[in-house]
């Protein structure tokens, strides 16, 4: 776990160098990423709700609250309103992030013979560490976000993840991270990148080994099982990027 903590501590101080010499657009523009995979993940639960909804043809028992303010036909149109509002929100996110980028590395282009309070700087180098910082701190918060949702709904779950999360990003500055291009991994003979992808996605088998064991040793409802595998995806989707994003952070730190 020290070549990881220390590997995190570096990929934020670079972060928190992008932060401090210009870090409005880049922090909007982080931010603004963030939201549009959140409301990537909405817009994929949503038609999957007005399904469940439209065999039902009642208004589920845990939304019985609602029931009181709108009808069961009211919620429904709602929703299916909700879906492609959603997505063009989801689109207008991801746009709004690239416009707010590119302003901000203009601040560092402008200024690419010396910045204030960290002399000159080599500017290809830095425009590179931007654009991949920038990626990777949108997933930290799409991760940070979606485990504060995740735990109200299923704790253990919640923590079973984040265990598995540390586990997976200590092995790969292991064995992945600083490894170089043309070196594989295992007997299986993976590049690096192969090889994150496979761990990261294999870990949503452990998501499904906890759901079914609560599912059958517990009466939770298939409802909120559904809404936690899909909000866990998001989570192992959000690392898998995150390591992604430092395989080439890792040649400059």
């Given amino acids: 776990m020290k070549n990881l903590n220390k590997h995190i501590f570096n990929i934020f101080l670079i972060i928190r160098f992008f932060l401090a010499t210009k870090g409005k657009n880049y922090f909007w523009g982080c931010l603004s990423l963030a939201i549009s995979r959140l409301l990537q993940t909405v817009a994929f639960f949503l038609p999957i ?51 707010l980028i590119d302003k901000d590395i203009l601040y560092f282009e402008k200024n690419k013979h010396g910045i204030k309070g960290y002399g000159e700087v080599d500017y290809n180098k830095l425009k590179r560490l931007h654009n991949h910082t920038s990626k990777a701190f949108s997933d930290v918060l799409v991760f940070f976000v979606t485990s504060t949702i995740l735990i109200v709904i299923n704790p253990l ?15 790969f500055v292991e064995r992945a991270f600083y490894i170089h291009d043309d070196e594989r991994i295992t007997f299986l003979k993976l590049h690096k990148r192969q090889f994150i992808e496979y761990v990261a996605s294999s870990n949503y088998l452990i998501v499904f080994i906890v759901l079914v064991a609560q599912m059958y040793l517990s009466s939770d409802g298939v409802y909120g099982a559904i809404l936690a595998l899909l909000l866990a995806r998001q989570l192992f989707q959000a690392v898998q990027r995150f390591s992604i994003e430092n395989i080439y952070l890792s040649k400059f730190i």
Avoid: Q
Wanted: proline share 5%; hydrophobic share 60%; charged share 10%.
């Fill in 49 to 99: 709700k007005v399904l469940i909804m439209l065999s039902s043809e009642n208004m589920p028992s845990y939304l019985g609250p609602v029931e009181a303010f709108v009808s069961y036909d009211e919620f429904l149109i709602f929703l299916i309103i909700m879906v492609p509002l959603v997505y063009f929100a989801h689109l207008g996110f991801g746009i709004l992030f690239r416009s």
């Fill in 157 to 171: 779950l919640t923590l079973s993840i984040w265990l598995v999360t540390a586990l997976n990003l200590a092995f």
